[in-house]
């Protein structure tokens, strides 16, 4: 199992940036996906599922409104689509699929 | 929300020792648990899954245990490598959910 994201960077406060994680080395459209995400010195927290049809899509709290997820199976791909960036959402935003590792990640920096 | 709540939160121990972590689901998520182990600026990586089931290329030192609402991560002897930050994940839900984490730290 191989996760690869990109797609991080700086951005202003109301700012909005991409996510995507390039999937590998398994039967990608048979798998749910998950964003999860760690603010600097903090532990981990979930913040959207996918199913591997996109039937069902669930969001935390905390971006719910604010984050789209998605994906793509013909090009082995989930994205996560962040408008209205606040600075409580700096984080290394990771791809994770359960009972299977995680790709190293991508930091998202919001600040003026 | 299935909250998951780990203890301790800061475990000090030494080589050698046998190192037990509880984590406790406000419900029953049947095994539907993961642990993983992160050491600082890495990614977190998968011991257990599915409560009891030792990820390929773990060593057989970390064990898994429990269902239902009570499980266990217990290292059989704390080898160096070992010092990190673990926490459970519950699966069970679709609103996946982590434990606060547990520090291992030397003793």
């Known amino acids: 199992v191989q996760l690869v994201e990109s797609g991080g960077g700086l951005v202003k406060p109301g700012g909005s940036l991409r996510l995507s994680c390039a999937a590998s080395?398994?039967?990608?459209?048979?798998?749910?996906m998950n964003w999860v995400r760690q603010a600097p010195g903090k532990g981990l927290e979930w913040v959207s599922f996918i199913s591997s049809s996109s039937d069902n899509i669930y969001y935390a709290d905390s971006v719910k409104g604010r984050f789209t997820i998605s994906r793509d199976n013909a090009k082995n791909s989930v994205y996560l689509q962040m408008n209205s960036l606040r600075a409580e959402d700096t984080a290394m935003y990771y791809c994770?699929?359960?009972?299977?590792?995680w790709g190293q990640g991508t930091l998202v920096t919001v600040s003026s | 929300d299935i909250q998951l709540t780990q203890s301790p939160s800061t475990l000090s121990a030494s080589v050698g020792d046998r190192v037990t972590i509880t984590c406790r689901a406000s419900?029953?998520?049947?095994?539907?648990l993961a642990w993983y182990q992160q050491k600082p600026g890495k990614a977190p990586k998968l011991l257990i899954y599915k409560a009891s089931s030792l990820e390929s290329g773990v060593p057989s030192r970390f064990s898994g245990s429990g269902s239902g609402t009570e499980f266990t991560l217990t290292i059989s002897s704390l080898q160096p490598d070992d010092f990190a930050t673990y926490y459970c994940q519950q699966y069970d839900s679709y609103f996946r959910t982590f434990g606060q984490g547990t520090k291992v730290e030397m003793k």
């Open positions: 419900q029953s998520i049947s095994s539907w």
């Open positions: 994770a699929r359960d009972e299977a590792g």
């Open positions: 080395g398994f039967t990608f459209n048979i798998y749910a």
